[in-house]
């Protein structure tokens, strides 16, 4: 199976990933913004389909986000989420000069943890940290 990666995501193919791993669809403005305004996007494209996307945010300083992970059900478990995982983490790195240091966070998926340990991520709650928190909003 040859995957090809590239750094451009289409909106469609944004909110149909999001879709087929049961996430929320994103208002199309909002998400070509967040696309535009994104540290790093790495896509994988098998034949003519975008088949899965990872998404890294940051606020240009300290903090980096690694904002998603997307491969459609149907191809994973075939190092496609790793390939781009891999892609993000070097260009993370590849980002950061002599003397500086980043914060790298996620929020995996539940029961998906273990697929980040390899790229140095710890789980959380752990003895120092605790477990995060989300919250979505809507208009009032």
């Known amino acids: ?3 090809k990666y590239t750094n451009e995501l289409p909106v469609k193919d944004f909110n149909r990933l999001r879709k087929t791993v049961g996430w929320k669809e994103i ?3 909002q998400a070509l913004r967040g696309i ?4 790093f996007i790495v896509s994988a494209i098998y034949g003519e389909e975008v088949i899965g996307f990872a998404r890294v945010i940051s606020d240009g300083g300290y903090v980096i986000i690694i ?3 997307v491969v459609l059900p149907e191809y994973q478990g075939k190092g496609i989420g790793k390939g781009m995982m891999k892609r993000a983490m070097d260009y993370i ?6 003397g500086q240091c980043v914060i790298v966070g996620l ?5 998906r943890e273990s697929f980040y340990i390899p790229f140095g991520f710890e789980t959380r709650p752990n003895d120092e940290l605790g477990a995060g928190m989300t919250q979505w909003m809507y208009p009032k």
């Open 93 to 98: 790195n590849n980002s950061i000069y002599e």
């Open 67 to 69: 904002a998603e992970v």
């Open 36 to 39: 535009q305004n994104s540290f």
């Open 27 to 29: 208002n199309e403005s």
């Open 107 to 111: 929020l995996a998926s539940k029961d």
């Open 1 to 3: 199976m040859e995957v």
